[in-house]
């Protein structure tokens, strides 16, 4: 991949051989056809961006539809010989490494990104990623590197597995790299204070390119074994969706589709919520029944909010919704579980997270979504439960018994109106909003009144030491 301005210079006759590397002419010889396959270890879709920018589009300019165009003409040869695709995992966590054995194992060319220099070099010797994946050996034809110039130029799709806490920092030191590649978010998250998800901050830092994002319930030590598992792709690009499916689809693992970014990335974001609610309670040894009690409300909670913020409600029902939310939610592998686990039996937060040694996107998320629901009066109980025991230290046992006491509410959500009672709730929800914020504007006027009281109090009595300054200075001159 060229700048530009190189593009600009030499744009005129490579065209056509930049064209004929994806798209063999009818009339090509036998010997065209060999170069042809010779040269498809280049990459499908990056000879694809390559002809784009070479037309003299730019990458800021690069118009993503023609290059789908394209790629769509060509997607019967990325479903047979997915070896054409150049990819890319950033992340060498338990989830990103698992995906990038996966694509390795299809015959991809993948290269798994890690920021330290000495990580790389164990996994590469060992074939194993020791601290996350440790005993599963990873496939002999993965690529390792800590050079992220190199890892990312000229790939097809770049996948993106680091915590979301360090997503919008990694998109920016990619984004000189880009000229056109895809992005396809793995990370299950929000970003901190802003209530940004993955594809929010896809789209402020590289608003040009093509991005899709992937969720589902995905515990990446039953995908090492092998366990049958599945997961969705959401994208508006159809051929991204397609080479997606091509990369990672397999045997053990299959790849379903959907065009409802938010709704997806939503799923998988909320429910390490209620998977941290799931590992409280398991902590206080509670009956089946009240887990499916919590399960089902914990799905009536997301798919409200998701239809607050512009989600398709259906898109619960599927692996990003429900399926997570059921394997996330049952798993002591979970670390969202794990970490409510060690919260119940009376650990903090601090110290849980500690103990863990991983990202819980969960302990964020209750926090931005906390704030979101309330800011925009959304009914979201469990969650404003557990910012309550987490972040206000109230009594975990006491918050769950007002939770069984609060009022009336019909069950599955949109089939049929809720009644007074749950518009009162959420009126209740919002009064109590409004008294806090009341309280604390009463409180700053207080403590602003008592600071004016003290310095005119400091005033007045600088004006009397003054006085008695003055009195005293002329009884001197006096007695002189």
């Known amino acids: 991949m060229t700048s530009s301005t190189e593009n600009n210079t030499s744009n005129k006759k490579p065209k056509k051989e930049a064209i004929d590397k994806v ?4 009339k090509a010889t036998d010997t065209d056809s060999d170069q042809i396959n010779a040269e498809k270890s280049s990459g499908l879709l990056a000879s694809i961006i390559e002809r784009a920018t070479k037309s003299g589009l730019g990458r800021r300019k690069l118009n993503p539809s023609s290059v789908e165009a394209d790629v769509a003409k060509n997607m019967e040869q990325v479903r047979d010989n997915p070896a054409q695709l150049r990819l890319a995992f950033l992340g060498g966590g338990s989830f990103g490494t698992a995906m990038a054995n996966l694509a390795a194992r299809n015959g991809c060319d993948a290269t798994l990104w890690v920021r330290d220099k000495r990580t ?50 990694t998109l920016k030191n990619i984004a000189p790299f880009i000229t056109g590649q895809s992005i396809v978010s793995l990370t299950k998250g929000m970003e901190k204070d802003t209530f940004a998800l993955m594809s929010d901050i896809i789209k402020d830092e590289l608003p040009e390119v ?10 990446a030590i039953e995908i090492m074994k092998n366990m049958p598992s599945a997961t969705v792709i959401a994208s508006h690009s159809e051929p991204l969706r397609h080479a997606v499916q091509a990369a990672l689809h397999s045997a053990f693992f299959r790849v379903f589709a959907s065009d409802d970014i938010h709704g997806v990335e939503l799923g998988g974001a909320l429910k390490n919520i209620y998977a941290i609610a799931m590992g409280m309670a398991a902590a206080y040894d509670v009956g089946e ?18 239809v607050e913020t512009g989600a398709n409600p259906l898109t619960f029902l599927g692996l990003s919704g429900v399926g997570d939310l059921y394997a996330t939610c049952s798993s002591e592998l979970s670390r969202n579980y794990q970490i409510g686990n060690m919260l119940g039996r009376g650990m903090s937060i601090d110290a849980a997270v500690k103990k863990l040694g991983q990202t819980a996107e969960g302990v964020n998320t209750i926090q931005q979504v906390h704030e979101k629901a309330t800011k925009e009066g959304i ?8 910012y309550a025991v987490i972040y206000e230290d109230k009594a975990a046992l006491g918050v769950a018994l007002h939770l069984m006491e609060a009022g009336f509410r019909s069950d599955v959500e949109f089939v049929m109106p809720h009644d007074y009672s749950n518009a009162a709730l959420t009126a209740q929800m919002q009064a109590a909003a ?9 409180q700053d006027s207080e403590n602003d009144s008592e600071n004016v009281t003290n310095t005119d109090d400091d005033s007045a009595k600088n004006k009397v030491a003054k006085k008695d300054t003055a009195n005293k200075d002329d009884v001197n001159k006096d007695k002189k």
């Open 379 to 386: 009914y979201m109980p469990i969650t404003h439960a557990l």
């Open 289 to 306: 029944n009240t887990k499916a009690m919590l399960l089902t409300r914990a799905l009536a909670e997301m798919s409200r909010f998701g």
């Open 23 to 26: 798209v063999p002419n009818k």
């Open 434 to 442: 409004k008294n806090s914020d009341d309280q604390d504007q009463e």
């Open 210 to 219: 093509n991005f899709g994002v992937m969720s589902g319930p995905n515990l």
């Open 120 to 169: 790389v070099k164990a996994m590469a010797k060992s074939q194993m990623n020791k601290k996350y994946l440790p005993g599963y050996k990873l496939d002999d034809r993965l690529k390792y590197s800590h050079d992220l110039e190199s890892t990312v130029k000229d790939k097809d799709i770049i996948f993106l597995a680091v915590p979301s806490l360090a997503f919008r920092e």
